[in-house]
């Protein structure tokens, strides 16, 4: 099994204090820090644009995991790869077409970035398969996109791993990572390793708690 990867999302963190929990995740193992953008269009809820990941991406080692969740993702892509993205995932559901999905992708690589498609509940691992090939990351979406702190949903393990199983037979060269996102602590992070994933996004189970540190040590340890 791969190592896993550890992605503390910031959209639970203390974002007044934005530079200690940008280092307590440092600190705690973590490699990617995961932002959440949202444009109160795809999603009910909206937060930041690229001038918030602009304001820190500079001052922190972690790999900037950026996970938007808007409508006509192309348009966004430019403004977050010059405030500091390294990885940019784009919803599926957000795209009109294949020919829109693909632009998309492209636009992401010709900025310099790694590009991730990302997929909610309702969607089939059948519909991202096309797209494999290109990316380097797979967002399975383990509860409905737009806030933190909800219950995993066990329906999405049967994702992860068929996408588990369609990388590691179907495809040649550098593999696309498998990252889950939302409601990921520790027994359902097991769940998800087990089931295929490579990276684990990790925000309520981690921020806001003074035990952090360990709590990133057991998911490290999945
Ligand atoms: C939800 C976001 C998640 C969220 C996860 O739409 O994409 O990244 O921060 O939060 P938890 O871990 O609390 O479910
Ligand atoms: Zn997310």
Redesign the pocket.
């Known amino acids: 099994m791969s190592k896993v990867i550890l992605a503390p999302?910031i959209?639970?963190a203390n974002t007044r204090y934005l530079d200690i929990e940008l280092g307590i995740a440092e600190f705690s193992g973590a490699e990617y820090i995961?932002v959440?953008i949202?444009d109160g269009l795809f999603?009910a809820n909206k937060t930041w644009d690229a001038s918030f990941l602009a304001s820190f991406s500079k001052k922190t080692k972690l790999v900037k995991d950026v996970?938007i969740?808007v409508v006509e993702p192309w348009k966004w892509i430019v403004r977050l790869a010059k405030a500091g993205a390294d990885i940019i995932t784009f919803h599926l559901e957000a795209c009109k077409d294949e020919q829109d999905v693909t632009r998309t992708i492209d636009l992401i690589h010709k900025c310099g970035k790694k590009a991730g498609i990302a997929i909610s509940p309702n969607t089939t691992s059948h519909a991202l398969f096309p797209f494999i090939h290109k990316l380097e990351q797979i967002l399975i979406?383990t509860?409905?996109?737009?806030?933190?702190?909800?219950s995993f949903l066990p329906s999405a393990l049967a994702k992860v791993r068929e996408i588990r199983h369609e990388i590691d037979e179907f495809t040649i060269g550098e593999k696309p990572l498998i990252e889950v996102?939302?409601?990921?602590n520790r027994l359902t992070g097991r769940l998800a390793r087990e089931a295929g994933a490579d990276i684990l996004?990790?925000?309520?189970?981690l921020y806001g708690h003074p035990d952090f540190k360990e709590r990133a040590a057991h998911l490290l340890k999945l």
């Open positions: 999302s959209l639970t995961h959440d949202m999603v996970h969740m979406m509860v409905v996109p737009g806030k933190g702190g909800q996102d939302g409601g990921i996004v990790a925000g309520s189970y």
